[in-house]
């Protein structure tokens, strides 16, 4: 009866009947290792003999890494920028801000400072519209008034 061995070699099955043949059996095994390591060999010589394309994954993993390398700058840049921008205008809403308290605590004294101006003129107006007598008969009223205090 023939068969196909490990690497398609046609080989003659002995066949025996009670017990089966070491010495054949081992001959077998070391064969079927030596063809296996000779097919291993060879394909690693083929394998190892063949070009590759290497330039071209460096090429495509360069401009992959320069890719990602501005990319992340850019995010980086854009972030700091955003930042940077956003304190600054905080910055100039609170000065803004201080502006327009300063300007109205100003106005808050200058319309007090105008109350109290008007206060005065007010109390110098009445004090000269409130005269009873003309200057020349004071001295009469003078009198008078001493005389109703008693």
């Known amino acids: 009866m023939r068969?196909?061995?490990l690497f398609g070699k046609k080989r003659d099955r002995v066949e025996t009947s009670a017990e089966p043949d070491l010495?054949?059996?081992?001959?077998?095994?070391?064969?079927?290792?030596?063809?296996?390591?000779?097919?291993?060999?060879?394909?690693?010589?083929?394998?190892?003999?063949?070009?590759?394309?290497?330039?071209?994954?460096?090429?495509?993993?360069?401009?992959?890494?320069?890719?990602?390398?501005?990319?992340?700058?850019?995010?980086?840049?854009?972030?700091v920028s955003g930042g940077v921008y956003d304190r600054h205008r905080r910055a100039e809403m609170a000065k803004a801000a201080a502006a327009a308290q300063a300007a109205r605590q100003q106005r808050a004294v200058a319309e007090r400072q105008a109350r109290e101006d008007e206060e005065d003129l007010l109390a110098?107006?009445?004090?000269?519209?409130?005269?009873?007598?003309?200057?020349?008969?004071?001295?009469?009223a003078q009198l008078m008034a001493e005389d109703d205090s008693r």
Do not use: I
């Open 23 to 79: 010495a054949g059996a081992d001959e077998a095994l070391e064969q079927a290792l030596k063809n296996f390591r000779q097919s291993v060999l060879a394909w690693s010589e083929a394998e190892f003999g063949r070009t590759r394309p290497a330039e071209k994954t460096l090429r495509e993993r360069s401009w992959r890494l320069a890719a990602g390398w501005a990319l992340s700058v850019v995010l980086v840049a854009g972030s």
């Open 124 to 140: 110098k107006v009445d004090s000269d519209v409130s005269k009873e007598v003309p200057s020349a008969m004071e001295p009469l």
């Open 3 to 5: 068969f196909m061995g």
